[in-house]
């Protein structure tokens, strides 16, 4: 009799590499065939009651172009990938009840749209399908940090110490086995373009601190610029709060947050670098960034929805206001501030903005215009290239003095922008009309 071939289906959410990959190693140990699956969540990409996208054309074009990569890569190792333009709750499991899937191999997500998706999709289908979920989005793994979620301190700086003191970094999974060619799926899949979205077409601006495309590919060939060809690495942490080219800082958040490269992948590149170049405080303060990276989605998975709240994880009342002229005027850089403007310009019209520019429009936002910081953060989340929920909302409340900061400060902006841009060049940039505008 021949024996019946079990098949696991793979869920990419924000893991869109197969490199270091838990979900897609595991599931190719345990199964004799696996399928791929992508969604582009319809909710993802709709208005929202401020009237702008949840989802710009900036992320979304980056997102395009990764999941075409990690298709392709996929490809290589003789797996199809699924590509829909579906809520992810039909398009699952319909396909894995038609095609008898035995298990779905995911990322572990605790935010709330995932969580109900999730929980969703486990009641629509039958129950002999088995979930298997991973933690494969932090530096240090949740089971190796030295203390429980009740205990994990407010405050970074005694998280960071922690860590550094009692953690490991685990080593990245091996490369997946290359499967037989009766594994594919007869059918391939077309992965919808931005017009297929909704988008127009889009032309990079051309005075963006961010040119590069989404996937795998393009974030090595950015670790080997940054890292190995330039070796501004080596510089890092001096250049990291500067506001003009893309050499300023790494630029790798966009990657990370969609999972295009893995954070265990940039830290043991960064040991390497460490070891056949030179080790300073700029390679440190770059994994030093990737801890405050970890910081907030400890902090999410600690507090749940609570980094969605008005009041925050703090549980601090002030009085918000919710003006939308107010708002508009901000996004379109119309404040008196011209710092901010400058920076609010550069994100509209880019999706980029440097962490010293985010940190100034928010603290504005929230401080100066005393309008609701969940608000701003939404808007982040529409434009940010390289949105992440964790850091995005984590951030946005340490700014509005609702979240962990100790100090509750607040930006001075024109010193701000006397010290981060003396000669005026990047408000000059951005604030002045262009001809071809």
């Known amino acids: 009799m021949q024996k019946i071939k079990k098949t696991a289906l793979v869920w990419f959410r924000n893991d869109l590499r197969i490199t270091d990959h838990c979900s897609l190693f595991n599931a190719s140990k345990d199964y004799e065939n696996i399928v791929a699956y992508f969604c582009f969540d319809p909710n993802q990409f709709k208005e929202n009651k401020w009237n702008f996208k949840k989802t710009s054309s900036y992320r979304t074009q980056f997102l395009i172009e990764s999941v075409l990569q990690v298709q392709k890569d996929l490809e290589e190792k003789n797996i199809t990938l ?17 095609e008898k899937i035995d298990a779905i191999y ?17 009641k629509k289908l039958s129950s002999h399908i088995a979930f298997r979920s991973y933690y494969d989005q932090f530096l240090f793994h949740p089971e190796d940090i030295p203390m429980n979620l009740e205990q994990l301190s407010e405050v970074f700086t005694r998280f960071r110490k922690e860590c550094e003191k009692n953690s490991i970094i685990r080593a990245c999974y091996p490369s997946i086995k290359k499967f037989d060619l009766s594994n594919r799926l007869k059918k391939s899949f077309r992965c919808p373009t931005l017009e297929d979205m909704g988008y127009l077409e889009i032309q990079a601006h051309p005075n963006t601190a961010f040119p590069f495309k989404g996937g795998s590919d393009a974030a090595k060939n950015r670790i080997s610029h940054y890292f190995w060809k330039s070796k501004k690495l080596s510089y890092y942490k001096n250049t990291r709060n500067r506001l003009l080219g893309i050499d300023y800082s790494s630029k790798l958040s966009a990657w990370l947050a969609n999972g295009s490269i893995s954070a265990r992948e940039i830290y043991w590149e960064v040991q390497k670098y460490e070891t056949e170049v030179e080790k300073n405080q700029s390679t440190y303060w770059l994994i030093f960034e990737l801890i405050w990276r970890d910081y ?25 206001e919710n003006d939308l002229t107010v708002f508009q005027k901000w996004i379109d850089g119309q404040t008196k501030e011209p710092f901010v403007n400058a920076n609010m310009l550069e994100l509209k019209k880019t999706g980029w903005m440097s962490n010293r520019g985010r940190q100034n429009a928010a603290s504005y ?58 000669n005026g060049k990047f408000q000059q940039l951005w604030n002045e009309k262009s001809l071809f505008e």
Request: proline share 2%; aromatic share 16%.
């Open 296 to 320: 907030f989605k400890f902090i999410s998975l600690k507090h749940k929805n609570k980094i969605f709240h008005i009041g925050g994880i703090l549980d601090k009342l002030y009085s918000w």
């Open 365 to 422: 936002f929230a401080k100066e215009l005393f309008m609701d910081w969940r608000i701003g953060a939404a808007y982040f989340e529409s434009l940010l290239i390289d949105y992440d929920v964790h850091s995005n909302y984590g951030n946005w409340m340490y700014i509005s003095g609702v979240g962990n900061d100790p100090r509750n400060r607040k930006f001075n902006i024109r010193l701000q922008a006397d010290r981060y841009d003396e």
């Open 106 to 122: 995911f990322q572990k997500e605790w935010t709330e749209e995932e969580i109900n998706i999730e929980n969703n999709l486990r």
């Open 82 to 98: 699924i590509i829909e333009n579906q809520d992810p709750v039909i398009g699952i499991s319909e396909y894995a009840e038609s």
